[in-house]
């Protein structure tokens, strides 16, 4: 409805090209910006901004200080500040220009969110604008009518990218987490007919099943898992093909053990890389290959394994040890993990491209970690595999998505406000104020609980549009 | 209608309560302490403040809202505190925000003790007879341009959407509503004919109107406990243009508590150490001998008895059209609706120290009587139950309370105020909490003063009139803390701390008791302060006592405050380790306490009634012409024409205004500003 609290989101349309930038706007925008912003020397510098300015800087990791700053930055950007009422929303605005790209504009945008800001709902700087007198007559008359007939719409679309099952999932456990509400209730209301006697422990197990669920869910919002904890990646291959060399040359280092006999690496490697825009957490494998060496065949199954849990799996494969044979089994090995996204390295190439062209179901890539040559097209496809579909034509999806998974974590909060309650021995009628919270959260997902700032996701057309 | 045109009686007063029981009580006390001349009607004095159902007051959210009502300077809780036989703090257990007072009556006592109340009150007359007509005038222009006079807040957009941080001790805007009404309220006329002017009347009319009773097959025209009904006056409030729809509600047998078998009962005991209501009341002036409660249980031959005769149950049989309250559903439901319990509890309450009746709390019915008769005594202790009075449903005229501002006045006639069952209530808690509230507006109206309407941040009262007037009560409302939002700054320890101002303000509550509030309030923050700036180390002390109340050591230094927040620790046991105190009353050191170890949550809720506020501080103006307003769905409309809210927040409340139509209003309302 009508808030003061202090509010971001994404205001340019998002894309791979051009400047990216975040909106945040109200009384804290100052107080939250300076938190994860420093001058090109380290220094926090936003808090003494005069107003009308632009300062250039980093926007670094919230839990970075001013001496490790270095190792946080995400970006390099430009920053302005306007003071309220003289700015867009008519509050204090700052306004953080960055370098496009869909992974760098939402990692700040989490950054700020982390810092304290709360996802601006669609169309929300607009409408502020609007109640602080920053819009002309004209302008207020389309917005009424905007309001009015697309909210019903809107409200359905940002419903309908919800899969069934996930919508199933959370009317369940807004039914379950209810019917707890109405029992503890109407044990207050009534205590010489119901009893709240060991109620602690059946709702301790049902907060661990409902927190469970919840990250469940909250992972399975891919976007967000992306933006936040990197794609889940494994390199698979041949002994020998150079899956270790690939892994380096992605690293940057030395990390994995590389020789030219086969199956040296007998264990699977995790490491977290900054690639590019995107972040990948990369595990090398051992070589698959029927082997009569037990150590060697743990590392091949834990590879497997580790390709199970995968969000992608790039093959790596030896270009000039190509036969019917090898092919086969590469092809039979991508079929095992058919519902995994897959790239196809085809390496060394640098020692000659006399191979013939094969048929894989992914993606192939030329590939040379001696050369380089294929870094960049490897690069380029894993952000259009990843980020494609949630950028530059359908904004909406991402921010839909964003609020999904907001509205899933402040429900998750609630439930984890409640574990405390329960832990710091708190009476029952403490836990119903924020199930009810938690309960409410989920509502706004299904649109089961109509507010206003649902209605206000219309907004979006002038918001994101200016 | 009048029986005699004849009849030239006529006589003058300030104010007309019509009906005398908790509603019409707490107004007509109300108006005649604020000096106006009151009279009010009775169909028999013997039944002023009459408890007709259960023998108790208080309970789960009611003990609030008598906490409340004494707050404001209301008669309840003092009348309470006079005769109770039983009292008992419910939910202790729980946390202070449900710990709620309920004591059992001395019906009699009850009933007697506020007559006396009202008989002593020199500007109340008090009067038997049925009113049956209001005699009304239509607004002319004329007085509408006096009410604009009267209204402070001419009607001017910027003025209306100015933000006031300090929200208003009243309402600054409800006032000029009521020139949106087109009649005005100028006297009542009696059975008798004789007609009483007066500038104002209070509905409190009960379940009274058009009262139905039913016992099986056997069907009264009477109210309540066999009295004369009221059938005249429904007719005369439709004619002024006020819809009336129909309710139904139910009361159990009393027994003849000679024939009750105690030695198969469990007693239920009072509390050790009573508590009073009233924040007036000597606590040692309420330490007397108790009467126990008994309870025992509903089994299976009771539930197939009444099975086998649902279809002798004006219910189920269809003959009653009023709408129940799901709530308190009678025996018959609960067997019908709970099929999968073997047993339902039954609580035998004595109905006062001079009778033998026993009131059969949780078997409420409108079985025929000799099937209540077979049921009652398949209940253990009741084998040979005689049952005094049956049970009974009573079917009554009330109306849609959206009808209603939050001051309680009909938005269509000035001057007239309803309280109390009539407005879709129920509850002797929820009818005296609305009677005292319309009776202070009545006065507030008569003097030219701003209303009195709480908020549903600041008071159950507030939290029962608003869902009364602006939600669509399909049932009898009754009061819950679940339905206070903001339940934990609610509570029935700080009722005094949160509206003894208001009392004060409006004149029911004296300089000086308003005066023990404010230092009360002082003394409470200094202590809160020095508890967060007293600050203990792991001394041999402090440790030795941690240890002795099973509590973890310490590691750090903490404030006193802190360490409050440990479940094991208390501010009495605390003492040990904070020698310098201050000697404090414990009515100080309970809200310290419980605002310490629960500022957390306490501050959560705060923080959200501020945004509560800022909605209900945005006015919209009462000449808004929502057909003016584009983009507003059609039914949203319709039911902003229909009820005009005051402010955004109440808008945001009604059912079929969606929250786009709110963000609408809102940028229309800024528009207007802006022009």
Redesign the interface.
């Known amino acids: 409805m009508y808030s003061d609290d202090t509010i971001a989101a994404i205001a340019t349309a998002l894309s791979e090209s051009g400047i990216g930038i975040i909106r945040v706007s109200g009384s804290m925008a100052k107080e939250i910006t300076n938190k994860i912003f420093v001058g090109p020397s380290g220094k926090r510098i936003i808090d003494k901004m005069q107003t009308h300015t632009i300062k250039y800087g980093y926007v670094i990791s919230l839990d970075s200080t001013e001496d490790s700053f270095r190792d946080n930055i995400i970006d390099e950007c430009l920053v302005s500040y306007m003071q309220g009422p003289k700015s867009f929303t008519g509050e204090d605005v700052v306004e953080i220009n960055c370098h496009g790209g869909v992974f760098v504009v939402k990692k700040v945008l989490s950054e700020v969110l982390r810092a304290g800001a709360r996802l601006a709902d669609p169309g929300e700087f607009s409408k502020r604008a609007f109640l602080n007198g920053r819009m002309d007559l004209t302008e207020a008359e389309a917005v009424m009518d905007i309001i009015s007939s697309k909210s019903d719409s809107s409200l359905k679309a940002s419903i309908n990218q919800l899969s069934g099952n996930i919508s199933k999932k959370i009317k369940e456990l807004r039914e379950d987490i209810l019917y707890n509400i109405a029992f503890i209730e109407s044990a207050l209301d009534d205590p010489e007919h119901i009893s709240l006697d060991g109620y602690d422990e059946k709702i301790t197990g049902l907060l661990e099943k409902w927190i469970y669920e919840i990250d469940k869910l909250i992972r399975s919002n891919d976007s967000g898992k992306f933006l936040r904890e990197g794609i889940n990646t494994v390199l698979l291959g041949k002994p020998n093909a150079g899956k270790s060399s690939v892994m380096n040359l992605l690293l940057g280092q030395d990390r994995a053990i590389v020789t030219d006999i086969a199956g040296t690496t007998r264990d699977t490697l995790e490491e977290y890389i900054k690639f590019g825009n995107i972040g990948l957490n990369l595990v090398d494998t051992a070589g698959i290959r029927d082997t009569e060496n037990t150590v060697e065949q743990i590392g091949v199954d834990r590879a497997r394994k580790a390709a199970e849990n995968a969000d992608l799996i790039i093959y790596v494969v030896d270009s000039t040890d190509l036969n019917n044979n090898i092919t086969k089994g590469y092809i039979d090995l991508m079929n095992s993990f058919s519902n995994k996204k897959g790239i196809v390295l085809l390496n060394k190439v640098d020692l000659g491209k006399n191979f013939e062209k094969i048929d894989f179901p992914y993606p192939v890539i030329e590939f040379s970690t001696v050369t380089g040559e294929g870094f960049d097209i490897l690069k380029d496809t894993i952000t259009d595999m990843f980020y494609k579909g949630l950028g530059s034509s359908s904004d909406e999806i991402v921010i839909t998505n964003i609020r999904h998974r907001n509205l899933l974590e402040d429900c998750k909060k609630s439930l984890v406000n409640v574990q405390q309650s329960v832990s710091m021995g708190m009476q029952e009628d403490f836990y119903s104020i924020d199930l009810m919270d938690a309960y409410s959260s989920l509502g706004k997902i299904i649109g089961e609980e109509i507010e206003d700032d649902l209605a206000t996701e219309i907004f979006s057309k002038f918001c994101l549009g200016k | 209608m009048s029986v005699s045109e004849k009849n030239k009686l006529v006589e003058y007063y300030d104010v007309a309560v019509i009906g005398a029981g908790h509603a019409g009580c707490e107004a007509a006390l109300a108006c005649s302490r604020l000096g106006l001349k009151t009279i009010i009607f009775t169909v028999s004095v013997d039944s002023i403040a009459l408890m007709p159902c259960n023998p108790n007051i208080g309970g789960?959210?009611k003990g609030h809202l008598v906490r409340e009502i004494d707050a404001l300077g209301g008669e309840m809780g003092k009348n309470i505190d006079k005769t109770f036989i039983q009292s008992k703090m419910?939910?202790v257990?729980?946390?202070p925000?449900?710990h709620s007072l309920r004591a059992q009556a001395d019906k009699q006592n009850y009933s007697k003790s506020m007559r006396n109340v009202l008989e002593n009150e020199p500007n109340l007359t008090i009067k038997q007879g049925e009113v049956c007509e209001f005699v009304w005038e239509d607004i002319s222009n004329e007085d509408n341009i006096q009410y604009d006079k009267q209204s402070k807040s001419n009607l001017n957009y910027n003025q209306l959407n100015s933000k006031s941080n300090n929200e208003p001790l009243v309402s600054q805007d409800l006032f000029s509503y009521y020139r949106n009404a087109t009649k005005k309220i100028v006297g009542v006329r009696s059975y008798t004919g004789a007609t009483y002017m007066c500038k104002a009347a209070i509905i409190c009319s009960g379940t009274y109107l058009n009262a139905r009773c039913l016992c099986g097959e056997a069907i009264t025209y009477t109210g309540p406990n066999g009295l004369q009904a009221a059938t005249h006056l429904s007719e005369s409030i439709k004619n002024m243009g006020i819809d009336l729809r129909r309710f139904k509600t139910g009361t159990p047998a009393r027994m003849d508590g000679k024939t009750i078998d105690y030695s198969k009962l469990s007693e239920q005991k009072g509390d050790d150490r009573v508590i009073p209501f009233s924040f007036s009341t000597d606590p040692e002036s309420v330490q007397k001998e108790q009467f126990s409660c008994w309870l025992t249980y509903t089994n299976e031959e009771t539930h197939k008895i009444i099975r086998a005769n649902l279809d002798r149950s004006p219910i189920y049989a269809g003959i009653i059209e009023g709408t129940g309250p799901r709530y308190c559903p009678s025996i018959e439901d609960k067997v019908v609706k709970f099929s999968d319990k073997d047993r339902h509890?039954v609580?035998l309450e004595p109905e006062g120290l001079y009778t033998d009746e026993v009131y059969v709390d949780g078997m409420s019915s409108s079985l025929p009587e000799d099937v209540q008769q077979a049921m009652y005594r398949t209940v253990p202790g009741l084998e040979n139950c005689k049952i005094v009075r049956n049970a009974y449903a009573i079917e009554y005229d009330c109306i849609n309370a959206k009808q209603l501002y939050n001051s309680l006045q009909f938005k269509s006639v000035n001057g007239l105020f309803a309280a109390g069952q009539f407005n879709g209530s129920s509850g002797y808690e929820e009818a005296a909490a609305q009677g005292l509230i319309a009776g202070i507006n009545a006065a507030m109206y008569i003097l030219n003063r701003e209303p009195l309407v709480l908020d549903r941040s600041e008071s159950y009262i507030g939290v029962l009139i608003d869902d009364l007037v602006t939600k669509d009560n399909r049932e009898p409302y009754r009061m819950?803390?679940?339905k206070a939002e903001y339940?934990?700054l609610l509570r029935q320890d700080n009722a005094d701390l949160r509206l003894r101002k208001y009392g004060y303000q409006v004149g029911l509550i004296s300089e000086e008791d308003y005066k023990k509030v404010c230092e009360k309030e002082t003394l409470i923050l200094s202590e809160m302060d020095r508890l967060k700036n007293t600050f203990v180390g792991a001394s041999k002390d402090v440790l030795s006592y941690l240890d002795s109340i099973g509590s973890t050591p310490l590691t750090t230094g903490v404030s006193l405050a802190a360490l409050l927040c440990r479940?094991e620790v208390t501010y009495e046991n605390m003492a040990v380790i904070d020698k310098d105190r201050p000697s404090l009353p414990s009515s100080v050191t309970e809200q310290v306490e419980i605002e310490l170890r629960?500022e957390g949550?306490i501050d959560r809720?705060k923080k959200q009634v501020e945004?509560f506020k800022?909605?209900e501080s945005?006015k919209i103006p009462v000449d808004l012409d929502y057909d003016d307003v584009?983009?507003?769905?059609i039914e949203a409309r319709q039911r902003l024409k229909e009820f005009k809210p005051l402010s955004?927040g109440q808008a945001?409340r009604l059912s079929g205004v969606?929250?786009?139509?709110?963000?609408?209003l809102?940028?229309?309302l800024?528009?207007g500003?802006?022009?």
């Open positions: 789960s959210s419910l939910n257990s729980k946390g925000a449900v509890q609580f819950m803390t679940s339940r934990l479940p629960y949550y809720q945004h800022k909605m945005r584009p983009s507003l769905r955004i945001s969606s929250p786009a139509d709110v963000s609408v809102l940028v229309y800024e528009k500003n802006n022009r």
